[in-house]
C-alpha cells in the first residue's frame, strides 16, 4: 500500500507541477500580450504627438501619459489614456480623433518613439514633466484649461502642467 500511495503522490506532483509550467505560460503569454499593447499604445501617442520633437520631447510626453495612468482623474491603462473621449471630436490626445490614419508612416521616427516607449515604461527615468498631466503646444494661446493648473516646465513647444 505505502509504495502505491508513494507512486501515486508521485503522479499527482507531477500533474501539479505540469499545471504550474502551463499556467505560467499562458499566464506569461498575457502578460507578453498586455506589455506589447502598452508598448503600441504608448509609441503611437509618443510619435503622435512628438515625432518632431528631441529626444527629451518624447520622454516628456511618454512620462505624460504613464504620470496620467497613475493618477485617479485618468483610466489605469495605457491605451485607455491614450484613446480617452472627452466628448465626440473631443480626444485628450488631438491625434487620436482627428480624422487621419493612426498608423505611423515615418519608420525612423517610429523606431525612436518604440525606443523612447521602452525607456520610460519601467518608470526608472527621472520625470523631465515634474509630475505633469497635461501639456499643449506653445502655438496654442493659453487654453481655458491650463488657469486651473500649475505650469511645471517647457521643452521645446510643449508646456507642461500640473495639479495645483
Known sequence: MCETGSVFKGKEMALSKKVIFLALILLSQTALADFKEDIDCL????YF???????????????VTLNRVESMLFPSKICEVVE???????????????????EPFDKVEWSNS????????????????????????????????????KETVRINEHIFYRTN
Open 114 to 149: 518604440i525606443e523612447a516607449a521602452l525607456l520610460v515604461y519601467p518608470g526608472h527615468l527621472p520625470d523631465v514633466t515634474e509630475g505633469a498631466l497635461w501639456y499643449h503646444a506653445d502655438y496654442i494661446i493659453k487654453p481655458r484649461w491650463a488657469k486651473h493648473y
Open 84 to 102: 480617452q473621449i472627452k466628448a465626440p471630436q473631443r480626444c485628450q490626445f488631438s491625434w487620436f480623433c482627428d480624422g487621419k490614419s493612426d
Open 43 to 46: 509609441a503611437k501617442n509618443i
Open 49 to 63: 504627438e512628438s515625432r518632431n520633437q528631441p529626444w527629451v520631447g518624447k520622454i516628456a510626453v511618454a512620462q
